[in-house]
């Protein structure tokens, strides 16, 4: 009988894990709360419930467990390790400890237990109020970074300046967190570098590093927004060495083991590019890194290395599986468009035919209203192209980013409620 998977969340960034199980000949069940999730296309079954939402989604698999056995759950492109660390426990499954997915889904905690285990982390405060912010701007300087604790996709995200409001920071940025809380962080000048990684036997390998492109810090201020990335990252040996030896430190920090990990990391130019963790996600990253970028540019498959570790195949992975096996050009940019109606699109249609495009996505229509752009969110699609080198990837990109075309009207006084 088939081994059944468990993958919390359906969306178009899990589809790659649904297609993947299925061709391991494994049995996948789905959840979401969207009935119409495009990766249900391919679940043998579905389980309708928010993958934010602990209780609701344990509920329902509770339901489900009771009449169909389940091996194994993960999740990728989702920050819900609550959720999945919560259903592998209640099932009695592979996966990490609940108290480790809590850390993670709280980034203050994250921090505080990241500097008692003498993890590398930009220094940081918990403000409980608007008028704590003229502390944060005497301790940590400015401009400094103010985020929800728990908050994603760098929604609420904001860098605070000498000009900015205060209250309106605060008010903005708590708009965005669902536990009330935010953190003031010191804002690190340097490259910032994502990393995906495979935990084994306490040994963290990781084969994949990314130039993050943060060239519209400027444009869109206060709001931090990425463009993209870049791989491979230009990282000297050591650099890489140093940088792997932190997220092993983190990982073991935070008290996790035979998973994969994403880290947020910058290079401290004022303490000659000392690597600092940001952050540290208990899961496969989105954008498009885990399940396309990584595999153009060194060949790793660590979506199918999530499938065996969740199904508790641990033993059965070698080292060779979790290191690069070339090294090739990837990039992936994010379309823009000014605030206002969508009249009109051109050049999309084009893409799949230009040199390099690995992939492509259009989140509007003409028609659709495009917001400003407060967060990551708000980006209107995206460009993943591929190339011999990282040169030839990034060139790809920009050349067919260069090639779609929005025309975008104000919108009309009476229309700028929508």
């Known amino acids: 009988m088939a081994e059944t998977l468990l993958i919390v969340g359906a969306g178009v960034e899990q589809v790659r894990a649904y297609r993947l199980a299925k061709e391991m000949g494994l049995r996948v069940v789905g959840t979401d709360m969207d009935p119409g999730a495009p990766a249900f296309e391919y679940a043998d079954e579905r389980i309708i419930a928010s993958t934010r939402d602990v209780d609701e989604t344990l509920r329902e698999v509770r339901r489900y467990a009771s009449s169909h056995p389940v091996d194994g759950v993960m999740t990728l492109a989702n920050d819900v390790p609550l959720t999945v660390a919560a259903v592998a426990a209640e099932l009695g499954l592979p996966g990490i400890p609940v108290e480790s997915a809590a850390l993670a889904a709280d980034k203050a905690a994250m921090k505080r237990r990241f500097e008692e285990a003498g993890v590398a982390t930009p220094e940081f405060m918990e403000p409980g109020s608007a008028a704590d912010l003229d502390a944060a701007a005497r301790r940590l300087g400015l401009p400094f970074v103010l985020k929800p604790a728990d908050g994603r996709g760098a929604r609420g995200v904001l860098l605070v300046g000498d000009d ?3 209250e309106w920071a605060w008010r903005t940025s708590l708009s965005f967190s669902q536990g009330g809380r935010l953190m003031a962080e010191r804002f690190v000048r340097g490259r910032q570098i994502s990393t995906e990684s495979v935990v084994l036997g306490g040994r963290c390998l990781t084969p994949a590093f990314s130039d993050r492109n943060y060239e519209y810090l400027e444009r869109y201020a206060p709001f931090v927004i990425e463009n993209g990335g870049t791989m491979p990252a230009l990282l000297t040996d050591g650099e890489r060495r140093r940088i792997g030896d932190l997220v092993e430190g983190a990982a073991r920090a935070l008290g996790v083991d035979d998973c994969t990990v994403k880290g947020d990391i910058v290079l401290d130019e004022e303490r000659g590019g000392e690597p ?17 970028q990584i595999p153009e540019s060194v060949g790793v498959d660590l979506v199918a290395l999530s499938i065996r570790l969740a199904l508790g195949r641990k033993d059965g992975i070698g080292e060779d599986e979790c290191l690069p096996r070339f090294e090739r050009g990837a990039a992936i940019r994010f379309f823009f468009p000014p605030p206002g109606r969508i009249v009109s699109m051109e050049g999309a249609d084009g893409l799949s035919t230009m040199a390099g495009v690995r992939l492509w996505g259009i989140y509007r229509r003409a028609g659709d209203v495009q917001p400003p752009i407060r967060s990551h969110a708000d980006r209107a699609g995206f460009v993943l192209a591929g190339g011999a080198t990282r040169r030839e990837a990034v060139r790809n990109v920009e050349r067919a980013m260069e090639s779609v075309k929005f025309r975008v009207e104000p919108l009309k006084e009476d229309e700028r409620g929508c």
């Open 164 to 166: 900015t409001d205060r």
């Open 276 to 292: 600092l963790v940001i952050e540290l996600a208990l899961r496969l990253s989105g954008g498009y890194f885990a399940t396309d």
